[in-house]
């Protein structure tokens, strides 16, 4: 089985999780394979328990900052280990608070990408 992206996220406070990682290998871009990859995370957050998702991203990643603002992440201020960091000055955070319930259509977050 050939991978075409990964993703992580990890605890970030009580209720809520830190995208840490997302990558979609080059061949594969452009097909929704990132839309599906943040989806399963949104998921697999709500099945945890956490109401919101938060992540950092830089101005040098437009498709990023597309993709995230698409799927209703807003801005916010530096959270955690961010907060104050000079290696951090330049970065963008985002966060959006998850619905209760909403899930993912099973076969987005796990269609074959051809």
Known sequence: MRRWGAARCGRSGDDAAEVKRMYVIPSARGRGLSKAVLAGLEAAARDR???????????????AVALYEGAGYRPTAAFGAYAGARDAADSLFYERVLEPGAQAPRDSATRRIQ
């Open 49 to 63: 328990g956490w109401t919101t998702l938060r992540l950092e991203t830089g101005p040098r990643q437009p498709e």
